[in-house]
């Protein structure tokens, strides 16, 4: 089934959303919010499922579903914890900052706390600070969890993926490199994320989904100009299953907890960083690792971080080309003007 | 006024409580829930603050408060961003690890973002896992805000402090090295903290609230001997008003969000590390500290990590010797055996 959450309030309002997103249904009579539906999976999600097959069949009264009207799926959410499963990414951004990736990290996922308390909307404007802040997207797909207990093992944790989801993870780079010297993690380099209109149950996700990996292309735009289209199932080296048991080895998950796969990326067929689209390549899911390829090929980077005006577009879609989980699709906006 | 959370369910139920920590009255008219009454504070406090007024006149039905019925005062949250306030701590916490300080740290806030999606009761015991992981305490005082905007400055935050709580923020110091190194800041070294059974509206501190700071002895003890006393007012480098601007720099925090200060911690009158309390000291409120000036004094930290049944108490006492926010008192036990 596929779950969204209609602007109102500041959980939203949960609706069931048709698999060609062109139609939904009040789920209020199950739960009035997700968050609601989550602490309740085991008996929620059964009822939400049988909403979401009449819904299907036309049998209950429906409405037009417009993207631009939801929230994310959790407005705002009790655990954002953010993985860097695409360890290419990371070697890459790091090689950008001049710094060195310990061998560890291809071993011990890396997993940052990220701000929950209040997430953009879909098509909610990114607030634009300041030029010197390098306003940048981060393309990723997320799972919401139901509770996880402590210790739970990377295959068990699985079973305790609820939904899937793409992400907006936006970042400030030029508040990174600051932060993590100060050892404390990032806190002002990552304002608000944004998710997809749309969360979906994993058995949507057919041939797609191997339990822990999504395999399918995901594809970022900026200024309608494709930034990337990586594939989510490669070189993805910890699966949502091994980030969340990373996550729960010292402390259970509460339900409703998002664990993002941090930047999706690629390598070069030679094992090397992925090419731009525009040299035929598979193209990149932030700008920071556009421009780190670009100063490794020819010297400088190019490409500019967002700036008020820029939009960008993050989206999913199956082997028949149907938008999965709907678009993101933000403009960077003057803070001082939303 | 002064409120808790009795164990209820996910979010507890919100119930205010008597200026002695005596008696307790339900607010399901206001609010079911803290977190409910928070999203809507301009309207609620003041509700809630006239049934506090009734409870003092013993104008309504009341029923014995009992501090080992709670919950965390906000059972889980949006979310826990804990500074790093009293600067002195983090020094001799880096000296212990043989890391450089940078000078920095005395002007620009240290916070990392912590998981807020579940906390422990005051009462709940802490769960040991590995006698390797250092289990520590850390004693803090921590603030619930309102919604906080974008960009506010220190002292425009102040207004934005709901309740002020004390908290123990358990950490497993022998994975704090090791997350730290990666740069992503803390996560598994972190695990659930926990938080005194009531909070209280700033009103109710009287002279030891200047508006951005709690001036009294923030006490700890494990096994019942003491193991600090320094005044939460004192060395305090950033006051709240400074940690909330910090963390709203990028982004508005949401109602509810909880911004801790970090371990409180007094240097000595000669401006080095504080005494422990046997030698005359107002001590510490974490081990680690204890253990770093035992190996500064002596050569050796002689004072060991939490072990399956010890105990550990936190507690503020007025002017009067009255426990202001009842106490943390909380056991380790082995986590299989919870």
Chains 1, 2 share one sequence.
């Not at 860097?84 to 951004?93: C, D, F, K, R």
């Not at 071993?107 to 209040?118: F, T």
């Not at 380099?189 to 041939?207: C, Q, Y």
């Amino acid at each position: 089934m596929k779950l969204a959450s209609l602007k109102a309030g500041r959980d939203g309002r949960l609706v069931v959303v048709s698999r060609d997103l062109t139609r939904a249904t009040q789920a209020a009579a199950v739960a009035p919010t997700l968050q609601a539906a989550l602490d309740d999976w085991p008996r929620a999600a059964p009822r939400l499922a049988e909403i979401a097959e009449r819904l299907e069949a036309g049998l209950i009264p429906s409405f037009r579903f417009r993207e631009h009207e939801c929230a994310s799926p959790l407005p705002r959410a009790y655990q954002w914890a953010d993985g860097s499963a695409y360890v290419n990414h990371v070697a890459l951004v790091r090689k950008a900052r001049g710094v060195e990736m310990p061998p560890s990290f291809w071993s011990d996922p890396l997993i940052y706390q990220g701000g929950s308390d209040g997430f953009l909307g879909p098509r909610d404007p990114i607030p634009f600070l300041d030029e010197k802040f390098g306003l940048d997207l981060e393309a990723e797909v997320a799972v919401v969890v139901d509770d996880v207990p402590l210790g739970v093992d990377a295959r068990s944790a699985r079973a305790h993926i609820a939904l899937v989801m793409l992400a907006n993870d936006v970042t400030l780079r030029g508040l990174t490199a600051g932060e993590l010297a100060k050892g404390f993690g990032f806190f002002q380099s990552k304002p608000a994320s944004a998710f997809s209109p749309v969360a979906v149950t994993p058995d949507e996700l057919g041939a797609a989904w191997d339990g822990g990996r999504l395999s399918a292309p995901l594809l970022s735009f900026v200024n309608g100009a494709p930034l990337g289209r990586p594939d989510a199932g490669v070189d993805m080296t910890f699966d949502f299953g091994g980030l969340i048991a990373h996550a729960a080895r010292t402390r259970a998950l509460c339900a409703g907890a998002i664990i993002g796969s941090g930047t999706v990326s690629n390598r070069a067929a030679d094992g090397g960083p992925g090419l731009p689209i525009a040299d035929g390549g598979v193209g990149y899911s932030c700008l920071a690792e556009q421009r780190v390829v670009e100063s490794l090929l020819g010297g400088a980077a190019r490409t500019r971080f967002l700036l008020p005006g820029d939009r960008i577009r993050i989206e999913m879609r199956d082997a028949a080309g149907h938008s999965i989980f709907g678009a993101i699709e933000q403009e960077v906006v003057a803070a001082t003007e939303i």
